[in-house]
């Protein structure tokens, strides 16, 4: 399995299939250094659970290494935040 990276989209995929998972987090700072971390999608052919806490991971590794602040909207991330009390670094201050 490949991680992918766009501006805006982390993107799962293998050989098979060319998305697996999906996290979408647009920017809405003029200095990108914010994103809103709007949903997660796994293929219906994977563990939604398992694939998804694999993309969040990632995520929260690029997001720290790319000095990012993320405002959490999707239900199941903020579920998925909560379990991992160092995922909490990245997050924006409400």
Request: glycine content about 2%; aromatic content about 12%; cysteine-free.
């Amino acid at each position: 399995m490949t991680y992918n990276y766009t501006s805006d989209h982390l993107i799962l995929s293998d050989t098979n299939y060319p998305i697996i998972g999906e996290i979408y987090f647009p920017s809405i700072a003029t200095d990108n250094s914010i994103a809103v971390l709007e949903h997660v999608f796994v293929h219906p052919d994977f563990d939604a659970t398992e694939i998804g806490a694999q993309l969040i991971a990632e995520f929260v590794s690029y997001a720290t290494q790319n000095q990012l602040t993320i405002k959490l909207l999707d239900p199941w991330t903020k579920t998925e935040f909560a379990k991992h009390p160092s995922y909490q670094k990245i997050l924006v201050n409400e």
